[in-house]
T-cell receptor, first 110, second 116 residues
Framework: TQLLEQSPQFLSIQEGENLTVYCNSS?????LQWYRQEPGEGPVLLVT?????EVKKLKRLTFQFGDARKDSSLHITAAQTGDTGLYLC??????????FGQGTILTVHP | GAVVSQHPSRVICKSGTSVKIECRSL??????MFWYRQFPKQSLMLMAT?????????EQGVEKDKFLINHASLTLSTLTVTSAHPEDSSFYIC????????????FGEGSWLTVV
C-alpha cells in the first residue's frame, strides 16, 4: 500500500494550459515537500509546507497543504515547455519514515 | 539554500569490481543521509538510511553486504557497490536531512553507474 498517493502519474499538455498534481494520504504529515527532477539530475526542492491550510506561491506554481495535513496539491498556471520534468512529493508522516509519492511525469508540448 | 554534493556524477566499472559514491553536505551537518536508486521514469526507491556514527538501516530487499554504506562524519556518507554486476547499473541519488523548518530533504545531483 502506497502511503502517499500521487496523481496523475503521467500528464501531457500543451503550452499555456493549467494543471494540478495531487498527493493524498490517509496519514497526517508533519511536513511535505515538492521537488522537480530533470532527467539525469537530482531532485530540486520547490517548496516545503508545514502548516495545515498553507498556500505557497512560486511564480506560476501554487502549492497547497490540506487543512488536516493529509494531502497537498501543486497547481501550475499557463504551463511552459520548461516546466517539463518529474514532479515528486515527499513527506514525513507523523509516525513513520520519509515517504515519496510515485511521481508525476509532466510533458509540456510547444 | 542547503547544498548536497555527490561524486562522481558518472562512473563505469567492470563486472566484479567495487565502486564508491560519495555524498557530502556542503553547508550543514547531516546526522542522517539517505541513499536511493532510481529507474528511468520512476520515482525514487529508498535503499537505506545512513546514520552518522552507527550502522545504516537498510530497506527490505536491499542487500547490505552488496551496498555498503558508511557515514563517518556529519558531512560525508559513502555508498560502495561491491562485486558490481550489470543489473546494478542505475542512477543512484543521495539526500541529507536538514533539521530546520519542515525537516527538509536536499538531494545530491545523482550518480550514473554503468557496469560493463
Amino acid at each position: 500500500t502506497q502511503l502517499l498517493e500521487q496523481s496523475p502519474q503521467f500528464l501531457s499538455i500543451q503550452e499555456g494550459e493549467n494543471l494540478t498534481v495531487y498527493c493524498n494520504s490517509s496519514s497526517v504529515f508533519s511536513s511535505l515537500q515538492w521537488y522537480r527532477q530533470e532527467p539525469g539530475e537530482g531532485p530540486v526542492l520547490l517548496v516545503t509546507v508545514v502548516t495545515g491550510g498553507e498556500v505557497k506561491k512560486l511564480k506560476r506554481l501554487t502549492f497547497q497543504f490540506g487543512d488536516a495535513r493529509k494531502d497537498s496539491s501543486l497547481h501550475i498556471t499557463a504551463a511552459q515547455t520548461g516546466d517539463t520534468g518529474l514532479y515528486l512529493c515527499a513527506g514525513w508522516p507523523s509516525y513513520g519514515k520519509l515517504t515519496f509519492g510515485q511521481g508525476t511525469i509532466l510533458t509540456v508540448h510547444p | 539554500g542547503a547544498v548536497v554534493s555527490q561524486h562522481p556524477s558518472r562512473v563505469i566499472c567492470k563486472s566484479g569490481t567495487s565502486v564508491k559514491i560519495e555524498c557530502r553536505s556542503l553547508d550543514f551537518q547531516a546526522t542522517t543521509m539517505f541513499w536511493y536508486r532510481q529507474f528511468p521514469k520512476q520515482s525514487l526507491m529508498l535503499m537505506a538510511t545512513s546514520n552518522e556514527g552507527s550502522k545504516a538501516t537498510y530497506e527490505q530487499g536491499v542487500e547490505k553486504d552488496k551496498f555498503l554504506i558508511n557515514h563517518a562524519s556529519l558531512t560525508l556518507s559513502t555508498l560502495t557497490v561491491t562485486s558490481a554486476h550489470p543489473e546494478d547499473s542505475s542512477f543512484y541519488i543521495c539526500s541529507a536531512s536538514w533539521t530546520g523548518v519542515g525537516n527538509t530533504i536536499y538531494f545530491g545531483e545523482g550518480s550514473w553507474l554503468t557496469v560493463v
